[in-house]
Each structure stands twice: as structure tokens, then as C-alpha cells.
């Protein structure tokens, strides 16, 4: 009896054990949102839309910087319109763009698997693919180096991406310098243009900030999306706001910025030598 009752379960109930891994993701989800909710955080339905690139997101946050920190989240309006598909967004160190980054690519991803969105409010058309291209340890650097390896991933994301796509960048191409980095991104960029997919490429290269007005130009000869520029915002006193402005940037304040922080302006390093100097004075 014992293995006819095993063998009828099995028979039965197999289908459990195929949709155990969606029951655990479904019971780790509910438990995610309960904790959003527990720490005071806004959580909302989104409201799905058949207009072509609709992303707009009131007080979006990333849930897991939230819920690894202590005190309020800072919350950001974001939104993909008519007079952007593609944003170049650029900041001091640790001032929020990685974060943003992140929070763009899970609000979408949130949605379309059903949950409840970190923000306020969402509107969204989907995406038929969400590509991210971070930071990696790839092993296919030892074959092509870095470089070649970044590269690569970003082809294969040309090649697969759509009109419907939403496309994420974090520091791409920091392996090369700031001249080769910026020429291949503007390439890359137009390359996005012309897809016309919702595109946000968080980067170190004011340069490349400072050219989307010659590259919208570009893209208007054949027809691309328009691009724009936001800025990770530093209060007066250097803080980092953590807020996405809609700006130009001044690629100098930001490097002012990153010197005074480590003690590299010259002023800094004069009082350093003077200090020294003194120092060595005094022992004698």
C-alpha cells in the first residue's frame, strides 16, 4: 500500500513541485512588499498604457538601497517623453546616479511581473526586454580584454533591442579613457537613437554630456529619438541631494568636487606641505 499510495501522489501532485519555484518567488515577493510597507514606504499599482516609450514614475526610490538604510529614502521624478527617449546622466561619485539607474530597471521589471511598484505612481508602456550593461567580472576579458569584453556585450544589446526596449548603462566603457570612452558612446548612443528604445546611460563623461545637442542634431538627419541630460544635484555646501535634476551638467563642479573630497585641490595640498613642512621644523 505504501507504494501505491507514493506512487499516486507522485502522479498527482507533480505539478506542485513545477510551480514550487513561482510559489517561493510569489511568498519572497509578498514578504518584500510587506517590508516596504513596514518602513513606510510607497508602494503603487501602475497603470499600463499602449503609448509607444510612456515611462513616468512620481517619487520612484530604489527598494533596496530603502530598505538598507537608515532614515527616509530620497524619492525622484522620472519620466521618458516626447522630448527624450535617451538620457545621459552624469554626477560626482556616490551622488545617486548608480541608484536611479537601478530604480528605473525595477520599477519595470516590478511591473511586469506583477507586483506593486516602489514609487508613488507609475505609468508604463512594457518592454519587450529590459538590457542592462554594469560593471562585470566577466571571464571573456582574458580573451578580449576589458575593453573588448564591454564592447561586446553592448553589440549583442544592439543586435536584440527594439523600439520596445528599455536599455540601462552604468559607467560603460570606464575602461578605456575618457576620448575613447566618449567616441564609442556617442556611436553607441546614436546607435540607440536610431532603435528609438527608452535608453538611460549613467556616466563619468561630461564630455559626452556636453555633446547631446551636436548628437540630436545627428539623430534628427535620420530620424532617431531624441536625447537629454540629467545631473546628479550637490547642495551649495558639496552635500549630495541624492535628487535627478533635468539640467545641463558643469563636468567642472563635479571635479572640484571629487579634488576638495579627497584633499586634491591645490589649496588642500599647499596646506598639507605647509603642515608638513612645520611638522619637520618642530622635530628639529
Given amino acids: 500500500w505504501k507504494k501505491i499510495v507514493q506512487s499516486y501522489v507522485l502522479d498527482n501532485a507533480n505539478f506542485l513541485l513545477e510551480v514550487m519555484p513561482e510559489i517561493e518567488f510569489m511568498i519572497c515577493a509578498v514578504r518584500l512588499m510587506e517590508s516596504l510597507r513596514a518602513k513606510g514606504l510607497p508602494l503603487c499599482a501602475p497603470t499600463l498604457v499602449d503609448t509607444p516609450n510612456a515611462f513616468a514614475a512620481e517619487g520612484l526610490y530604489n527598494p533596496a538601497v530603502a530598505l538598507a538604510i537608515e532614515g527616509n529614502s530620497v524619492e525622484n521624478d522620472f519620466a521618458f517623453d516626447e522630448n527624450a527617449v535617451i538620457y545621459v546622466l552624469t554626477g560626482p561619485n556616490r551622488g545617486g546616479k548608480s541608484v536611479i539607474t537601478c530604480a528605473v530597471g525595477l520599477a519595470a521589471a516590478f511591473c511586469q511581473l506583477g507586483l506593486l511598484v516602489p514609487a508613488r505612481t507609475f505609468t508604463f508602456y512594457p518592454a519587450d ?3 542592462t550593461h554594469f560593471p562585470t567580472e566577466s571571464g571573456d576579458t582574458v580573451d578580449k580584454g576589458r575593453l573588448g569584453e564591454e564592447c561586446a556585450r553592448l553589440s549583442e544589446i544592439l543586435a536584440h533591442c527594439t523600439a520596445r526596449s528599455l536599455v540601462l548603462l552604468d559607467e560603460s566603457l570606464s575602461s578605456t579613457g575618457a576620448y575613447e570612452a566618449a567616441y564609442i558612446a ?3 548612443l546614436l546607435g540607440f537613437s536610431k532603435v528609438g528604445c527608452r535608453t538611460l546611460f549613467s556616466t563619468h563623461l561630461h564630455t559626452l554630456a556636453a555633446r547631446v545637442d ?32 533635468r539640467a545641463k551638467p558643469d563636468g567642472k563642479s563635479y571635479a572640484k568636487d571629487i579634488a576638495d573630497k579627497y584633499g586634491l585641490s591645490f589649496e588642500k595640498i599647499n596646506d598639507m606641505i605647509e603642515r608638513k613642512k612645520r611638522s619637520g621644523d618642530a622635530s628639529r
Avoid: H
Avoid at 225 to 230: E, N, P, R, S
Fill in 214 to 245: 551636436e548628437l540630436n542634431r545627428e539623430a534628427t538627419a535620420f530620424g532617431g529619438a531624441k536625447m537629454d541630460t540629467l545631473v546628479a544635484k550637490i547642495e551649495q555646501n558639496g552635500e549630495r541631494s541624492f535628487k535627478i535634476l
Fill in 129 to 131: 526586454g529590459i538590457y
Fill in 186 to 188: 556617442s556611436e553607441v
